[in-house]
């Protein structure tokens, strides 16, 4: 999954600020231009996040004494109330002067998620999966930490950051993602003109969307190259399935795209959903062939076919903001609580 291309924002501040965190005692330095959380997360100071892009609002402090710079203005959780309050998004801003913040919480929560580490990617292989569309595989040099379903955050150059979710598992010195190449965005070209044996910095692992234990069904809904976090947990189910404890949790994965040239991976994901013994695989194309056995139109078309019998189960959704919208609104309308449904939506 994929994020649209935030604005490079020039600093000229040349000046490191300092940062107190109220109540805590602590304090840290950020760099001309840097993002507090980043800052933060260097100096081993845990402030609240998830997201790390500005989609949550997870991270959102008080600034109670100095200024900031917003520095991606698109950013959903940005809340024009939020200017009246000072609260700001410390993975979106840097600081124009020396701070006093407060935070929501002050000590570190995340304790089911690995850490967010620094890492220098070099390609190793791009894999094209259909019209604009590939996988990249980067070697970082390290066992990957992270939670299927979760995504990294990439440098590439120019300030041109970008989210995509891995595609693969965790534990070896690789990671992968499925990305779309879009005309005009800065972002989605510089991926895809990577040279093999070229270097990427990237930050991993963000969000909160991986799997919960438990005997719950599991539903999975992937739209576009939402599908790279998808894959990544249905693999992962696939690999539960093998396991002594295992009781045969029920797996239904749907996966929605424009033409069946867009559906990647599609065999990938029917081998993993096969493997599981009570798995089941739907596919919706808006663009469907006279041979296509699955859904004609959005994936919520056919989700919504399936949904009545589903309502205790857990949803994990990834796509593009328009089908996680949608797919959100059908959950909510069909009574689904909000505790059961974990998403990625970057726009």
Same mark, same amino acid.
């Given at each position: 999954?994929?994020?649209?291309?935030?604005?490079?924002?020039?600093?000229?501040?040349?000046?490191?600020?300092?940062?107190?965190?109220?109540?805590?005692?602590?304090?840290?330095? *950020?760099?001309?231009?840097?993002?507090?959380?980043?800052?933060?997360?260097?100096?081993?100071?845990?402030?609240? /996040?998830?997201?790390?892009?500005?989609?949550?609002?997870?991270?959102?402090?008080?600034?109670?004494?100095? @200024?900031?710079?917003?520095?991606?203005?698109?950013?959903?959780?940005?809340?024009?109330?939020?200017?009246?309050?000072? %609260?700001?998004?410390?993975?979106?801003?840097?600081?124009?002067?020396?701070?006093?913040?407060?935070?929501?919480?002050?000590?570190?929560?995340?304790?089911?998620?690995?850490?967010?580490?620094?890492?220098?990617?070099?390609?190793?292989? %791009?894999?094209?999966?259909?019209?604009?569309?590939?996988?990249?595989?980067?070697?970082?040099?390290?066992?990957?930490?992270?939670?299927?379903?979760?995504?990294?955050?990439?440098?590439?150059?120019?300030?041109?950051?970008?989210?995509?979710?891995?595609?693969?598992?965790?534990?070896?010195?690789?990671?992968? /993602?499925?990305?779309?190449?879009?005309?005009?965005?800065?972002?989605?070209?510089?991926?895809?003109?990577?040279? @093999?044996?070229?270097?990427?910095?990237?930050?991993?692992?963000?969000?909160?969307?991986?799997?919960?234990?438990?005997?719950?069904?599991?539903?999975?809904?992937?739209?576009?190259?939402?599908?790279? !976090?998808?894959?990544?947990?249905?693999?992962?189910?696939?690999?539960?399935?093998?396991?002594?404890?295992?009781?045969?949790?029920?797996?239904?994965?749907?996966?929605?795209?424009?033409?069946?040239?867009?559906?990647?991976?599609?065999?990938?994901?029917?081998? !993993?959903?096969?493997?599981?013994?009570?798995?089941?695989?739907?596919?919706?194309?808006?663009?469907?062939?006279?041979?296509?056995?699955?859904?004609?139109?959005? *994936?919520?078309?056919?989700?919504?076919?399936?949904?009545?019998?589903?309502?205790?189960?857990?949803?994990?959704?990834?796509?593009?903001?328009?089908?996680?919208?949608?797919?959100?609104?059908?959950?909510?309308?069909?009574?689904?609580?909000?505790?059961?449904?974990?998403?990625?939506?970057?726009?």
């Amino acid at each position: 999954m994929t994020t649209v291309d935030p604005l490079v924002v020039d600093v000229p501040d040349a000046t490191p600020h300092r940062v107190t965190v109220v109540g805590s005692g602590t304090s840290f330095e *950020v760099l001309p231009g840097e993002r507090l959380l980043s800052a933060a997360r260097r100096a081993g100071i845990w402030l609240p /996040f998830e997201c790390g892009w500005g989609s949550c609002g997870t991270c959102k402090v008080t600034v109670v004494e100095g @200024e900031t710079k917003l520095l991606y203005a698109a950013a959903s959780a940005v809340d024009p109330r939020d200017g009246r309050r000072r %609260r700001v998004l410390a993975c979106q801003s840097t600081p124009t002067a020396d701070l006093k913040i407060r935070v929501a919480q002050s000590s570190d929560s995340s304790t089911s998620r690995p850490p967010v580490v620094d890492h220098f990617g070099q390609l190793v292989a %791009r894999e094209d999966l259909g019209p604009d569309v590939a996988r990249f595989r980067f070697s970082i040099g390290a066992e990957a930490a992270y939670r299927p379903g979760q995504h990294a955050i990439l440098d590439l150059g120019a300030g041109l950051r970008r989210c995509y979710s891995m595609a693969g598992l965790p534990g070896s010195s690789e990671v992968s /993602f499925i990305a779309k190449r879009y005309a005009g965005r800065p972002g989605s070209e510089r991926l895809f003109c990577v040279a @093999e044996g070229e270097q990427v910095p990237m930050e991993l692992p963000y969000g909160d969307m991986f799997l919960r234990e438990g005997d719950d069904p599991v539903v999975l809904v992937a739209g576009g190259t939402g599908v790279s !976090a998808i894959l990544a947990m249905t693999t992962q189910l696939a690999m539960l399935a093998g396991g002594a404890d295992h009781h045969g949790r029920a797996v239904h994965v749907f996966y929605g795209a424009g033409a069946t040239s867009e559906l990647v991976c599609w065999d990938e994901l029917g081998r !993993a959903t096969a493997s599981l013994r009570n798995g089941h695989l739907h596919g919706a194309l808006l663009d469907a062939p006279g041979d296509w056995h699955g859904t004609t139109g959005f *994936v919520t078309t056919a989700l919504a076919e399936h949904l009545p019998g589903l309502t205790d189960a857990m949803f994990y959704v990834a796509g593009p903001p328009p089908m996680t919208n949608a797919t959100l609104a059908l959950l909510r309308d069909n009574g689904i609580e909000l505790d059961r449904i974990h998403y990625d939506s970057f726009g």
